[in-house]
C-alpha cells in the first residue's frame, strides 16, 4: 500500500548508529542532537557498554 508506520527520522537515526570509539561497541543510544550550524546536525552518543559520550 505504500504506507509505512515507521518515522523516517528514527530510521535515518537507527542506520546511522555509531560505534563506540572507546570499546568498539555497536551498543550505543542517542542522547540528543542540534542543528551544527553549518548545514548538519551534531549527535550526542552514549555507549551503554562503557558509558563514554561523544559527539559527531
Ligand atoms: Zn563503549
Do not use: F
Not at 504506507?3 to 551498543?27: H, I, K, M, R, W
Not at 542532537?33 to 552514549?46: A, F, L, N, Q
Amino acid at each position: 500500500m505504500g504506507t509505512t508506520y515507521v518515522s523516517e527520522d528514527e530510521l535515518d537515526e537507527y542506520l546511522a548508529a555509531p560505534d563506540c570509539p572507546q570499546c568498539g561497541s555497536d551498543n550505543v543510544e542517542l542522547l540528543d542532537s542540534y542543528p551544527d550550524g553549518m548545514g548538519g546536525t551534531v549527535r550526542v552518543w552514549i555507549c551503554r557498554l562503557c558509558g563514554h559520550t561523544w559527539t559527531e
